[in-house]
């Protein structure tokens, strides 16, 4: 169900329109160019009243987007350190046992 406009009195998962999305993800990329990883109150208001022109939005799905990417990029950061220290621990330790290895060939 695009734009997340549903029947029935219970809430519903927002999901943004493919024009939404576009929007969103254009605004986020010019705001990491000039290092603002988060909108302000004000700059939520004005996204939020732009992308209601392409279907049901508040301000609370934007700031959720917003949080949202962010936390993923974090956590894709966080995964990559890892696995590059796992990497390196384990090419550290093939040196370590090559390094051994010259001494136990007597």
């Given at each position: 169900?695009?734009?997340?406009?549903?029947?029935?009195?219970g809430?519903?998962?927002?999901k943004?329109?493919?024009?939404?999305?576009?929007?969103?993800?254009?605004?986020?990329?010019?705001?990491?160019?000039?290092?603002?990883?988060?909108?302000?109150?004000?700059?939520?208001?004005?996204?939020?009243?732009?992308?209601?022109?392409?279907?049901?939005?508040?301000?609370?799905?934007?700031?959720?987007?917003?949080?949202?990417?962010?936390?993923?990029?974090?956590?894709?950061?966080?995964?990559?350190?890892?696995?590059?220290?796992?990497?390196?621990g384990?090419?550290?330790?093939?040196?370590?046992?090559?390094y051994l290895?010259?001494?136990?060939?007597?």
């Amino acid at each position: 169900m695009e734009g997340g406009s549903g029947s029935g009195s219970g809430s519903r998962r927002w999901k943004p329109t493919m024009e939404q999305k576009a929007i969103l993800e254009s605004m986020l990329e010019s705001m990491h160019r000039k290092g603002i990883r988060s909108p302000k109150v004000q700059e939520i208001e004005s996204i939020t009243e732009r992308l209601q022109k392409f279907g049901r939005v508040e301000g609370k799905n934007v700031f959720y987007w917003f949080q949202n990417v962010n936390a993923r990029e974090r956590e894709m950061h966080r995964k990559q350190k890892t696995s590059h220290l796992l990497l390196s621990g384990a090419q550290t330790g093939m040196r370590f046992i090559y390094y051994l290895s010259f001494f136990q060939k007597k």
